[in-house]
């Protein structure tokens, strides 16, 4: 199973951004999604989730600003990014678990990263 995260790239603080996440292979079903950012010089952190029914979770520090979403059908998942600050700037991951095609378990299974810089 891959992932493929795009839509990164330069915005000015206060403008939006929208990621996407695909997944692609000997693909069953995707139970949860994930985002995850890293800053430069700082660890890996948690920005949200997405269950297969769609039940979401955020970190509080985009709650309320950062919409994720996913089409099942596409096996993609989203990340609106709105009211963005210099704050955001990092390399966004996604990560998904799941089942193959073999009904083996898969996961986390991560995608390269996308870049968002956020201009002040």
């Known amino acids: 199973v891959q992932l493929q995260a795009s839509g990164g790239g330069l915005v000015q603080a206060g403008g939006s951004l929208r990621l996407s996440c695909a997944a692609s292979?000997?693909?069953?079903?995707?139970?949860?999604m994930r985002w995850y950012r890293q800053a430069p010089g700082k660890l890996r952190e948690w920005v949200a989730a997405?269950?297969?029914?769609?039940?979401?979770n955020y970190a509080d520090s985009v709650k309320g600003r950062f919409t994720i979403s996913r089409d099942n059908a596409k096996n993609t998942m989203y990340l609106q990014m709105n009211s963005l600050k210099a704050e955001d700037t990092a390399v966004y991951y996604c990560?998904?678990?799941?089942?193959?095609?073999?009904?083996?378990?898969?996961?986390?299974?991560w995608g390269q990263g996308t870049l968002v810089t956020v201009s002040s």
């Open positions: 997405i269950t297969a029914t769609g039940s979401t």
């Open positions: 292979g000997s693909i069953f079903s995707i139970n949860v």
């Open positions: 990560n998904a678990f799941g089942e193959t095609l073999t009904r083996d378990t898969f996961g986390p299974a």
